[in-house]
C-alpha cells in the first residue's frame, strides 16, 4: 500500500506537523511524499532525509507557492492514481486541501484520525472528544487528515528517500492569492511547543493577561494559549487559542491559569502529558483532568510563581 503525504513547509523547511503525518503514513506501508512550492528544491532535499520515507515528489511551481488548495487538489489527484491513500496533518492548510481532494476523488474523508487500526480501520474522536469512534472506509482510496498530537514524530534525519520532480497542473484560476497577515511571535509555535501557559476569562482584561500570562511563559520558555473566552473577550489573538475550535495541543506540561475547562477547551488540550491547572474554584471541571491543582487567587498565585521560579 503506497501512501502520499502532503509536506507543510514555509518554503525553507519542514513543519513538524509532517512528520507525525510520516508516522502515521508508515502505519499503512510505503511512505511518499509531496512538496509543493516555488523554490522548494531545499525542502524536498530535507523531506528526503526523514526516516522511512522511499520517495519524495517534487512540484516547483509559482502556483503551488501559497498552498492555495484549489491549485494543490488536482496535482494530489493526478499523484493519487499511483497511491492508494492521502493523508495530510489536521492542520489550516491541511484541512483545507483535504477535503478538496476528497471531492475530487469522490470518497469519503476521515479526519482527526488518532490511531491506525488497519489498511482501511482508523479511530477518530466524536462529541469534542467524549467518544472515540471506530471507522472503516470501503473506498478504494483513502483521504485521512490526521491529529498530529496522536502519532510520534518521524526522525528529520536518516532517511535517503528519491526526490522525483512531477509536472505541475499549473494555475486552476479558481482562486489568487491576495496577501497575509502573520502575527510575529517569539515565543514557541504552540503546536510543537513542549511548554505551554495558557490564560483564561478569569483573567479580566488583555492587560492583566499579558501582566500575568506572559512573564510566567517567559521563565519556563512556554509558548502562549487562551482559552476561547479569553479570545472572544479581546484578552488574546485569534492564533493563541487552544481547543476544539482552535489549536490542538500535547506538550510535556500545559499550565492553565483561570480556565474552568469548559468541554471544548479540553479537547484541545487533555491529552498533554503534565497539567497544571490554577483557579479559585475548587469545583471547576479542570480539575478533574489536572495531574497538579492549585485552589487559590491567580492574581496573587501567578506573580508568586513567577517570583519563585
Same mark, same amino acid.
Given at each position: 500500500?503506497?501512501?502520499?503525504?502532503?509536506?507543510?513547509?514555509?518554503?525553507?523547511?519542514?513543519?513538524?506537523?509532517?512528520?507525525? $503525518? %510520516?508516522?502515521?503514513?508508515?502505519?499503512?506501508?510505503? %511512505?511518499?511524499?509531496?512538496?509543493?512550492?516555488?523554490?522548494?528544491?531545499?525542502?524536498?532535499? $530535507?523531506?528526503?532525509?526523514?526516516?522511512?520515507?522511499?520517495?519524495?515528489?517534487?512540484?516547483?511551481?509559482?502556483?503551488?507557492?501559497?498552498?492555495?488548495?484549489?491549485? %494543490?487538489?488536482?496535482?494530489?489527484?493526478?499523484?493519487?492514481?499511483?497511491?492508494?491513500?492521502?493523508?495530510?496533518?489536521? #492542520?489550516?492548510?491541511?484541512?483545507?486541501?483535504?477535503?478538496?481532494?476528497?471531492?475530487?476523488?469522490?470518497?469519503?474523508?476521515? *479526519?482527526?484520525?488518532?490511531?491506525?487500526?488497519?489498511?482501511?480501520?482508523? #479511530?477518530?474522536?466524536?462529541?469534542?472528544?467524549?467518544?472515540?469512534?471506530?471507522?472503516?472506509?470501503?473506498?478504494?482510496?483513502?483521504?485521512?487528515?490526521?491529529?498530529?498530537?496522536?502519532?510520534?514524530?518521524?526522525?528529520?534525519?536518516?532517511?535517503?528517500?528519491?526526490?522525483?520532480?512531477?509536472?505541475?497542473?499549473?494555475?486552476?484560476?479558481?482562486?489568487?492569492?491576495?496577501?497575509?497577515?502573520?502575527?510575529?511571535?517569539?515565543?514557541?509555535?504552540? #503546536? *510543537?511547543?513542549?511548554?505551554?501557559?495558557?490564560?483564561?476569562?478569569?483573567?479580566?482584561?488583555?492587560?492583566?493577561?499579558?501582566?500575568?500570562?506572559?512573564?510566567?511563559?517567559?521563565?519556563?520558555?512556554?509558548?502562549?494559549?487562551?482559552?476561547?473566552?479569553?479570545?472572544? $473577550?479581546?484578552?488574546?489573538?485569534?492564533?493563541?487559542?487552544?481547543?476544539?475550535?482552535?489549536?490542538?495541543?500535547?506538550?510535556?506540561?500545559?499550565?492553565?491559569?483561570?480556565?474552568?475547562?469548559?468541554?471544548?477547551?479540553? $479537547?484541545?488540550?487533555?491529552? *498533554?502529558?503534565?497539567?497544571?491547572?490554577?483557579?479559585?474554584?475548587?469545583?471547576?471541571?479542570?480539575?478533574?483532568?489536572?495531574?497538579?491543582?492549585?485552589?487559590?487567587?491567580?492574581?496573587?498565585?501567578?506573580?508568586?510563581?513567577?517570583?519563585?521560579?
Amino acid at each position: 500500500m503506497k501512501t502520499l503525504v502532503w509536506v507543510e513547509h514555509d518554503g525553507s523547511a519542514v513543519k513538524d506537523a509532517t512528520l507525525a $503525518a %510520516v508516522t502515521a503514513a508508515s502505519k499503512l506501508g510505503e %511512505v511518499h511524499l509531496l512538496v509543493a512550492g516555488q523554490g522548494v528544491d531545499g525542502v524536498a532535499q $530535507a523531506a528526503a532525509k526523514i526516516a522511512g520515507v522511499g520517495k519524495v515528489h517534487v512540484a516547483d511551481d509559482a502556483a503551488y507557492a501559497h498552498a492555495l488548495a484549489e491549485n %494543490v487538489a488536482p496535482l494530489v489527484v493526478e499523484l493519487m492514481g499511483h497511491h492508494d491513500a492521502f493523508i495530510a496533518a489536521a #492542520t489550516t492548510t491541511g484541512k483545507n486541501i483535504a477535503p478538496r481532494v476528497a471531492a475530487l476523488l469522490d470518497v469519503m474523508q476521515v *479526519s482527526e484520525v488518532l490511531s491506525v487500526e488497519g489498511p482501511d480501520t482508523f #479511530t477518530r474522536p466524536i462529541y469534542a472528544g467524549n467518544a472515540i469512534a471506530t471507522v472503516q472506509s470501503a473506498d478504494a482510496k483513502k483521504v485521512l487528515t490526521i491529529r498530529g498530537t496522536a502519532f510520534d514524530k518521524a526522525a528529520a534525519e536518516g532517511g535517503s528517500g528519491v526526490v522525483e520532480p512531477v509536472a505541475s497542473k499549473g494555475e486552476q484560476g479558481l482562486s489568487s492569492y491576495v496577501g497575509s497577515e502573520i502575527a510575529a511571535n517569539a515565543r514557541p509555535e504552540l #503546536t *510543537s511547543a513542549k511548554i505551554i501557559v495558557s490564560g483564561g476569562r478569569a483573567l479580566g482584561s488583555e492587560e492583566q493577561f499579558h501582566a500575568l500570562i506572559d512573564p510566567l511563559a517567559d521563565k519556563l520558555g512556554a509558548g502562549v494559549g487562551a482559552s476561547r473566552a479569553a479570545v472572544d $473577550a479581546g484578552y488574546a489573538p485569534n492564533d493563541y487559542q487552544v481547543g476544539q475550535t482552535g489549536k490542538i495541543v500535547a506538550p510535556e506540561v500545559y499550565v492553565a491559569v483561570g480556565i474552568s475547562g469548559a468541554i471544548q477547551h479540553l $479537547a484541545g488540550m487533555k491529552d *498533554s502529558k503534565t497539567i497544571i491547572a490554577i483557579n479559585k474554584d475548587d469545583d471547576a471541571p479542570i480539575f478533574q483532568v489536572a495531574d497538579l491543582g492549585l485552589v487559590g487567587d491567580l492574581f496573587k498565585v501567578v506573580p508568586e510563581l513567577t517570583e519563585k521560579l
